[in-house]
């Protein structure tokens, strides 16, 4: 019989693929003899049993949870159900991979109408068991109903308001009953005369497939797309005993750091509530207090807590995040995990741990997530602005970094905003897990409520995105869309700055300036260098880019996409010419005045690059891409040719392509027009030529042929280009060597690459057009339906931003195996945006490439991810 219930004294650290994360450390801290609220968890297993069994907890699991729940009964001495001593209990979810805030969490469950009148005599605390009770019902409803929770929100609101105080805290135990009254009103109302359950049993098998249900909810699907988690993990359950943090001043919850989450400074940093519950500290309900402050108030708890976060440290030798709650003066451990951080305090964390002796230099490079290093590369306030700048508030600087955009009150607003191509600042009272989509398209996030550990606040450092917390002086109208600060009225579509490192908001849109990166960073990027085997190229077409990316650390240019060069003003014209010159000689004379153009660009990236590589790729894209459309620009170039503007007219519309990305383009250009492919050798030629005469550098162009999908195509431009060479060669006096390769981006080239490989010397996988020939959709216009395809789970990622490794990923691999087979020694490369998705570099190593390439600003990331997949191949090998 499969065993689906583990209590938490069975399991350990090393359970976590079964456990879940929380289940994982629950266990080991309950090993550790931590004071932890005993309990029992749910495996992942079951949660994909679940799905399978048609989203039905098998009777066989239902009979485990109930034996576990016996066992539990017996720890606690209590009984769960019991109407005069009630054992109750927290279901929470804990899948593998830490998703803060995405799944769902029930407190208080067991209790009832009787339950909650023996639990007030039990306690001798009706206020307490009251406030317990209206939690529980608002939580209930919410998570396993999906009542929406603003129902229950607006009933508070109002009887705070009809008794004229501020916080909930200042409720009676008569103003408590009245809402536990109304909520199961709202709650018999919303399920069509169905009444609140009063079985506890049923209210624990509900929360149970629940927190299942929540693995797959939209904000669920949506965080794991963005940080590659699988959706065939699914998440644990834990069941635990509840301990109260709201059973008056001697009592409070809160979260803490071992180290400060946003810098990495050592040092306890947290926040606490007194008489409160843990979801009042992460929703910002109420402000907390600084853990410092907890010394005065509970000097005893806190001398124990301090020992034992310590503890918890050392024995993972990372940072830890901690929810702890204190019920009557007795300290208790909710979970611990290893914390979310930005990136900035990832480096200095993980470079400390290794001073301090705890961790090796690979552990360091696996501890930094990859796709984080993107936050130290986005910049930052320009002094001189910033000093201009009107502050009309300040509040916690949550995450930092800088940021400005036009003010939007809602996530959903914000998301189309920023498919608009604006640049959005997402203002909220405070954020909720259904906003994820909407903080994920903001540059920044200003919220009224919630403290350094809210929901607010963690989710955006761990996107890197910069956010001010806790602003109580803000005075919001959402309804009219508008937010009063400092004396201004500040109306959503206006602009407003935010400083996450200060906590300062501006008013206006001041100026940023490039990131500045050092000391920690380079620290880890010399480790990341020291252990990875693949060589880090860039993407680039522009002397500026290759600069910035050999700044930051590319070893040469994987993919030149020469195009690039043809669209500015002073070009445009000439290569529209040769375009629609009816005869060689006339394309030649075209072509020729593009020569120095392309030369100039190709010397000044060779010069950028002080010897490194540099593969250049002729001519790609379909020629109606160049060609003019407004009718200026057509009257323009009918001029220079001497042509009527409908005759320009005419030959631009002939140009037209039913389905240009499988048209006349790549290969087929020279073998149609091989003068392209001379003019664009002879410049990459005298280039190469003359800055090794001119610098020194030991230069050897590569040349890429774009679009193969057969051995005698490639052929045919391969002797074009060889012609070519050789007589610039001749002409210059030079001994220069050259390769000449191509691009595997057809899926037939990847079935055929023996062939191919016998006239090309290396293969760069352009794995953009190799996905959208392979899936038959074009990443243009995938957008359109992917969300419905991620909604029915027919695909988890987009395919376009990480490898699919079972269609795309297998073509590589046949064709690197069938590359080499034929040319012992073929250089193998990977040139789309893949190059810098940290799971599609880690197939990269595991096919064995010999570098990958991509955008500038990613590169430090790539460095980094093909660290990784080298240090975890070793580990596997």
Not at 65 to 70: P, Q, T
Not at 210 to 216: N, Y
Not at 568 to 597: C, Q, V
Request: hydrophobic share 40%.
């Amino acid at each position: 019989m499969t065993k689906w219930v583990y209590m938490f004294r069975e399991g350990n650290a090393d359970m976590r693929n079964l456990l879940g994360g929380k289940g994982a450390n629950l266990a080991e801290m309950t090993n550790l003899g931590l004071p932890i609220p005993q309990g029992f968890t749910v495996t992942t297993e079951a949660c994909t049993n679940y799905y399978e069994n048609g989203e039905q907890v098998s009777d066989e699991i239902r009979q485990q949870i109930f034996a576990a729940l016996g066992k539990l009964e017996q720890l606690q001495g209590k009984t769960f159900g019991d109407v005069g001593d009630p054992l109750l209990v927290s279901v929470r979810s804990g899948a593998r991979a830490s998703m803060p805030g995405m799944m769902d969490t029930i407190l208080n469950l067991g209790l009832n109408d009787e339950a909650v009148e023996g639990f007030a005599r039990k306690t001798g605390n009706p206020r307490f068991a009251y406030d317990s009770y209206r939690r529980f019902i608002q939580m209930y409803s919410d998570v396993v109903m999906e009542v929406p929770k603003s129902f229950f929100e607006k009933i508070i609101d109002e009887v705070k308001e009809e008794k004229g105080v501020h916080y909930d805290t200042e409720l009676t135990v008569e103003d408590l009953k009245v809402l536990v009254g109304r909520f199961k009103a709202v709650y018999k109302e919303a399920m069509g005369g169905e009444e609140f359950p009063q079985e506890p049993r049923e209210q624990l098998m509900g929360a149970v497939q629940a927190v299942f249900r929540s693995w797959d909810n939209p904000r669920a699907i949506v965080y794991r797309r963005m940080n590659d988690i699988p959706g065939d993990w699914g998440t644990a359950v834990n069941v635990q005993a509840m301990v109260f943090g709201n059973m008056g001043d001697t009592s409070g919850t809160g979260v803490a750091f071992t180290r400060n989450p946003s810098t990495g400074e050592k040092g306890i940093y947290g926040e606490y509530l007194i008489n409160a519950q843990g979801e009042d500290v992460v929703a910002g309900v109420r402000t907390p207090q600084p853990i410092t402050k907890l010394e005065e108030d509970m000097p005893e708890c806190y001398a124990e807590f301090m020992e034992l976060a310590m503890k918890l440290e050392e024995h993972y030798r990372d940072m830890q995040d901690m929810e702890f709650t204190i019920q009557e003066g007795k300290l208790y451990f909710l979970q611990t995990r290893n914390g979310k951080r930005t990136a900035p305090a990832a480096l200095r964390i993980a470079c400390e741990l290794v001073d301090e002796g705890k961790i090796t230099e690979e552990e360091a490079v696996l501890r930094i997530e990859a796709k984080s290093l993107d936050q130290l590369l986005h910049p930052t306030f320009d002094a001189g602005a910033l000093k201009a700048g009107k502050v009309i508030g300040s509040a916690l600087p949550a995450s930092p970094g800088a940021a400005a955009g036009k003010v939007y009150f809602t996530a959903d607003e914000a998301k189309l905003a920023h498919e608009r191509g604006e640049r959005v600042v997402l203002v909220r009272l405070e954020t909720s897990p259904e906003d994820i989509e909407g903080m994920h398209a903001a540059e920044g996030i200003l919220t009224a409520r919630g403290g350094m550990t809210s929901h607010a606040a963690v989710v955006a450092r761990g996107m890197g995105t910069c956010c001010v917390s806790g602003c109580g002086e803000i005075k919001m109208n959402e309804d009219e869309r508008y937010f009063e600060l400092g004396g201004e009225t500040v109306k959503e579509g206006d602009y407003i700055s935010l400083d996450g490192t200060t906590g300062r908001i501006y008013l206006g849109d001041i100026r940023t300036k490039e990131a500045e990166i050092g000391g920690n960073f380079q620290r880890i990027m010399d480790w990341a260098d020291k252990y990875r085997r693949m060589q880090v190229r860039t993407n680039a077409d522009t002397p500026a880019d290759t600069k910035k990316a050999v700044e930051l650390g590319a070893e040469g240019i994987g993919l030149c996409r020469t195009e690039h060069m043809f669209f500015e003003p002073e070009r445009i014209p000439k290569i529209r010419k040769m375009i629609l010159s009816d005869t060689p000689e006339a394309r030649e004379a075209a072509l020729s005045e593009l020569i120095p153009f392309q030369k100039g660009d190709f010397k000044a990236m060779y010069e950028a690059l002080e010897g490194r590589p540099m593969t250049v790729r002729y001519l790609d894209p379909p020629l109606h891409e160049f060609v003019p459309t407004s009718p200026e620009d057509i009257e323009a170039l009918a001029a220079e040719m001497g042509l009527s503007a409908d005759e320009v007219r005419e030959k631009c519309d002939d140009l037209h392509e039913f389905n240009p990305m499988m048209g006349h383009r790549g290969c087929r250009l020279p073998v149609t027009y091989p003068e392209i492919a001379r003019m664009q050798t002879r410049a990459v030629m005298e280039a190469a030529i003359e800055v090794k005469a001119e610098q020194g550098y030991d230069i050897v162009p590569e040349i890429m042929i774009p679009l193969v999908g057969e051995k005698k195509e490639l052929k045919f431009v391969k002797d074009i280009v060889v012609e070519t060479a050789e007589k610039v060669k001749e002409e210059k006096g030079s001994d220069i060597a050259y390769h000449i390769g191509t691009m595997i981006e057809i899926p037939r080239a990847a079935l055929l690459a023996d062939e191919i490989a016998e006239e090309a010397e290396f293969f760069s996988f352009g794995t953009n057009d190799l996905t959208q020939m392979t899936f038959g959709f074009s990443r243009d216009d995938a957008g359109k339906f992917l969300d419905a395809y991620y909604k029915a789970k027919i695909y988890e990622s987009d395919p376009f931003a990480r490898l699919d490794l079972n269609g795309v990923g297998q073509l590589v691999e046949m064709a690197a195996e069938k590359g080499r087979k034929m040319r012992p020694g073929i250089k193998l490369g990977i040139c789309g945006e893949h190059g810098g998705d940290p799971s599609s570099v880690e197939f990269c190593q595991k096919v064995g490439l010999d570098y990958v390439s991509c955008s500038p600003y990613r590169v430090p990331i790539a460095r980094l991810a093909a660290a990784q997949a080298a240090i975890n191949h070793e580990k596997t090998a």
